[in-house]
């Protein structure tokens, strides 16, 4: 069964420094990963995803996150954190369960503060 | 709708009350999730509906849980003598399998329940 750790339930940044946020999985094939966005009393948005192919993946707002199979790691990343950056950020990956089930699992979340 | 809708948004019942919660998601989606989400805590898989297969029912934790699908359309999620730890935020997401396992789930606002 897939499994995904997300390292730091909570992550402060400077406005302007470089945002990183850890993900783990850990899955029995070649996985689907995705990375979203929960703002405050609001739903979860798709921030990228990495099927096949490219590595570096890029998403929405500036982010970006890198395939790494030798970690089974997916970290996203961003540049320069905005103010409109904090939020609560999720790592997900999907594989096949069996019986025709495509488990999608989440990590614990990591919440994103940005400091002025 | 353009988007997964998600009703009733906010729901307070007592303890002991049944309660319903229903899932328009994005037309054509044949792949349906609910997902609990208790405060300061990650997305809790509950069930996986994928068009007339039977349901991957292996999240719900408890016999008081109960989700129900018609067709590839609504989706109702019931509790049955609600505890006060069944208080979270109910989130429903549709994906539109189609053949590629590389499609996104679509979030809904999600339901907020409060048993007191």
């Known amino acids: 069964a897939q499994s995904v750790t997300q390292l730091g339930s909570h992550v402060s940044v400077s406005e302007g420094a470089l945002v990183l946020l850890r993900c783990n999985y850990s899955s029995s094939v070649p996985p689907y990963l995705f990375w979203y966005v929960q703002y405050p009393n609001q739903g979860l948005q798709l921030l990228l995803k990495?099927?096949?192919?490219?590595?570096l993946v890029k998403g929405i707002n500036g982010f970006e996150a890198e395939f790494k199979k030798s970690e089974t790691s997916f970290h996203l990343t961003k540049p320069s954190a905005h103010m409109s950056d904090a939020a609560e950020y999720f790592c997900?990956?999907?594989?096949?369960?069996?019986?025709?089930?495509?488990?999608?699992?989440f990590g614990k979340g990591t919440k994103l503060s940005v400091i002025p | 709708g353009a988007g997964v809708s998600q009703s009733p948004s906010n729901k307070v019942t007592e303890k002991g009350k049944d309660v319903e919660l229903r899932c328009d998601p994005i037309?054509?989606?044949?792949?349906l999730y609910w997902y609990r989400q208790r405060l300061g805590q990650g997305l809790e898989f509950l069930i996986y509906?994928?068009?007339?297969?039977?349901?991957?029912k292996s999240g719900l934790p408890s016999d008081r849980f109960s989700a129900e699908r018609t067709g590839e359309s609504v989706s109702t999620l019931t509790i049955q003598r609600t505890q006060q730890e069944d208080s979270a935020v109910y989130l429903c997401?549709?994906?539109?399998?189609?053949?590629?396992?590389?499609?996104?789930?679509?979030f809904g606002q999600g339901t907020r329940l409060t048993v007191v």
């Open positions: 990495y099927t096949t192919g490219a590595t």
């Open positions: 997401a549709s994906r539109n399998r189609g053949g590629a396992m590389n499609t996104e789930a679509f």
């Open positions: 997900a990956v999907r594989d096949y369960s069996g019986a025709g089930s495509y488990q999608l699992t």
């Open positions: 037309s054509g989606h044949t792949a």
């Open positions: 509906f994928q068009g007339n297969s039977a349901p991957d």
